[in-house]
Every structure is written in structure tokens, then in C-alpha cells.
């Protein structure tokens, strides 16, 4: 798997966007251009266009939304950061055809904390 040639060495496309991530919601509620998502990210060896096309697939996995600001667009988390877990888990969950296999192993990896935090989720009146 190939590096973009603008992309710093050692820094992968699930790096760059998990820290565009980061940076975009220490901005939040503040949308950001790519320019200042590139100025957030303060890695001179970064270009422009490797920042417009991470974003560009951010948006299109529907992880950001867009709005225009001038001649850019500028972006902006659909959620915070539990929320967008949430929505990643849902997106698994919705592409198996055996859901409550999933689900069973699931809960089945979950500490004894974390499950008894999920009864309590599911049956707040206990």
C-alpha cells in the first residue's frame, strides 16, 4: 500500500486523518478550511492538496460536513467523538446479515464494566 507522495514518510492516511480529525473538533463548533486545518496541524512537510484530499475523503465517509467559505469549503465534525464511535459501530453492525451474532460477541469482549454499563444504558429504570 503506497504512500501519496506528498504525504510526510511514516505518516499513513489513517494518521493524517485521525489528527485532521482531532484538530477539527479541539475547533469545534468552528468549521475550518483546509488551510487552517493545515496550519493546525504545524507539519511543514504537509501539502496543501494532501490536506484537501483527506478532507475530501473525511466528507465522503461522511464523517464531516461542508459548508462554503469563499472559494473553500470549510469542514466540520457531524459529531463528537463518541458520537462518531457510535456511528462507526452502527455502520458495522448494519453491514452484517447475522446481527445478533455480532452482537453476541460484542458483549462478549466488553469487561465487566463496561457491560454492566451497557445493562444500566439498556434498562435505566434498574
Known amino acids: 500500500m503506497g504512500m501519496h ?9 489513517g494518521e493524517l486523518e ?4 482531532a484538530v477539527l473538533h479541539g475547533a469545534a463548533p468552528d468549521a475550518l478550511t ?3 486545518v493545515l496550519e493546525r496541524l504545524g507539519d511543514a512537510r504537509l501539502a496543501y492538496t494532501t ?10 465517509k461522511d464523517v464531516l460536513r461542508r459548508a462554503k ?5 470549510a469542514y466540520s465534525p457531524v459529531a463528537d467523538e463518541s458520537g462518531l464511535a457510535a456511528r462507526r459501530m452502527s455502520g458495522v453492525l448494519a453491514g452484517r446479515a447475522d446481527r445478533a451474532a455480532v452482537l453476541a460477541h460484542f458483549v462478549d469482549e466488553l469487561s465487566d464494566a463496561d457491560e454492566e ?3 444500566r444504558l439498556l434498562d435505566p429504570g434498574k
Open 5 to 13: 507522495p506528498t504525504a510526510p514518510e511514516g505518516r499513513g492516511k
Open 18 to 21: 485521525a489528527a485532521i480529525l
Open 34 to 36: 483546509p488551510g487552517e
Open 51 to 60: 490536506v484537501v484530499t483527506a478532507l475530501t475523503r473525511l466528507y465522503g
Open 69 to 73: 467559505r469563499g472559494r473553500a469549503f
Open 117 to 119: 454499563l451497557l445493562r
